[in-house]
């Protein structure tokens, strides 16, 4: 085990299947999310999974290209855009690692319950930066698991070695903002809910 798309692969209907754990957080995070959208945006999602979020954005902006490394996953995010006759995004396989695009191409980049699964954060962040026009938001939920969770700390990585559980990083909430600001992102917005906890951030490319 330890290459992520198969992981995701295997995962993916469950994932389809899977209720969302906390569905007040969840329509607070589409609400605060879509108070930023606007008609003529052209956004990105990395890691879009089934396309869930993907698809309650696409009607408030222009366009939304949204990749994600696992080909089943993408297959059911195709599926369901089909058949809810969304026509304007495009689900596509593909690391992060892997977009080759024009800087300052989006006006809006989304990655949500990602950043924690990345072997580079920083490097990803990074490159979101790069991706956004002056002044774009970069929206994200991250599971920060910073701290001192010695017990989830021994556990994970058995679990990932069994092929039951994705390799998670751990870092805190703060290192998280200090990554952002690092890379030329002020934080406008900041909410932690839910359950699994996570850290939901707009941040907006400042430099
Ligand atoms: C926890 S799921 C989150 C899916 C979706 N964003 C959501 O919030 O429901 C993480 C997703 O990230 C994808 N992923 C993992 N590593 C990736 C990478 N390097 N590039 C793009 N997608 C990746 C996985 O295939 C999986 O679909």
Request: charged share 25%; net charge positive; aromatic share 8%.
């Amino acid at each position: 085990m330890g290459d992520p798309q198969r992981f995701w692969d295997r995962y993916a209907k469950g994932y389809a299947k899977r209720p969302i754990a906390d569905e007040a957080a969840y329509q607070t995070k589409l609400k605060l999310t879509q108070e930023h959208l606007k008609p003529d945006m052209e956004v990105l999602e990395f890691g879009c999974g089934t396309g869930t979020i993907t698809l309650h954005h696409a009607p408030f902006v222009k366009h939304i290209r949204a990749i994600d490394i696992s080909k089943n996953m993408i297959e059911i995010s195709k599926t369901k855009a089909r058949d809810a006759n969304v026509t304007n995004v495009a689900f596509e396989q593909l690391k992060i690692d892997d977009l080759k695009e024009n800087d300052s191409t989006y006006d809006v980049v989304m990655g949500h319950s990602i950043l924690h699964l990345l072997d580079d954060k920083e490097k990803a962040i990074n490159k979101v930066h790069r991706l956004l026009k002056p002044g774009g938001l970069f929206i994200s939920t991250t599971t920060c698991l910073g701290g001192k969770l010695w017990a989830l700390r021994a556990i994970l990585p058995i679990g990932h070695f069994f092929g039951l559980l994705p390799m998670v990083k751990f870092f805190t909430k703060e290192e998280l903002e200090t990554a952002l600001k690092d890379n030329g992102f002020q934080i406008d917005h900041i909410w932690q809910s839910g359950k699994p906890k996570g850290i939901f951030i707009i941040a907006r490319k400042t430099q």
